[in-house]
């Protein structure tokens, strides 16, 4: 079975800081992986999403994240956090008939002024 | 594209009351997945229709749960009776599955109080 895990549950940076959220996985085949943003109270908005090719993926906002195979992982990164990004980040794989996306438990981010 | 509309956003009711929170697909797409979030537990999934037919269901917690989708554009989630432990935030998503890499867009959600 897939499954996904967020090793930091909250983490708080200062604005203007670099972050990296932690994601790895457990799937038997080549993942597709995603990371997802949840501001309050809002749905989840997609942020950005692997399926093959390079690595090093880019998104919204100005984030990135990296496929490491080797680590079963897929870090989120972004050079300078801004006081907007406080959110819920939610990293997902799914599956490779595409029906089952599983995701993780989820890293509240703050920032601090 | 106006997204994925969820009604109502917001829901408060009492125990024993039927509940029935409702799910507008995106244009074209043609799978439908429904997830609830809970502080406990995350974000589970509870049903996946492709082509309005439910493909899974075991995510459904039990029999007082039921969805639907009379069209291809539409569907339901029924509870019935309602209990507080179902208090959560219910999204539904939508995808066209055409291979496996496909993304999901999800609803704002709808939040559910069962007093």
């Known amino acids: 079975a897939q499954s996904v895990t967020q090793p930091d549950i909250h983490i708080t940076v200062s604005e203007g800081a670099s972050l990296e959220l932690r994601c790895n996985y457990s799937?038997?085949?080549?993942?597709?992986l995603f990371w997802y943003v949840q501001s309050p109270g809002q749905g989840l908005q997609l942020l950005l999403k692997?399926?093959?090719?390079?690595?090093l993926v880019q998104g919204i906002k100005g984030f990135e994240a990296e496929f490491k195979r080797s680590q079963s992982s897929f870090n989120l990164r972004k050079p300078s956090v801004h006081w907007s990004d406080a959110a819920e980040y939610f990293c997902?794989?799914?599956?490779?008939?595409?029906?089952?996306?599983?995701f993780g438990g989820g890293t509240r981010l703050m920032v601090k002024p | 594209d106006a997204g994925v509309i969820q009604s109502p956003r917001h829901e408060v009711t009492e125990m024993g009351q039927e509940v029935t929170l409702r799910c507008k697909l995106i244009?074209?797409?043609?799978?439908l997945f429904w997830y609830r979030q809970t502080m406990m537990r995350g974000l589970e999934l509870l049903i996946y229709?492709?082509?309005?037919?439910?493909?899974?269901d075991s995510g459904m917690p039990e029999d007082r749960f039921s969805a639907k989708m009379p069209n291809a554009s539409f569907s339901t989630l029924k509870i019935q009776p309602s209990e507080p432990r179902d208090s959560a935030v219910y999204f539904c998503?939508?995808?066209?599955?055409?291979?496996?890499?496909?993304?999901?867009?999800f609803g704002a959600g709808s939040r559910l109080t069962v007093l």
């Open positions: 998503a939508s995808s066209l599955v055409a291979t496996g890499a496909n993304v999901l867009t």
């Open positions: 799937y038997g085949a080549t993942p597709y």
């Open positions: 692997y399926f093959s090719g390079d690595t």
């Open positions: 997902a794989v799914l599956n490779n008939a595409g029906n089952m996306l599983t």
């Open positions: 244009s074209g797409h043609n799978s």
């Open positions: 229709f492709n082509n309005n037919v439910p493909i899974d």
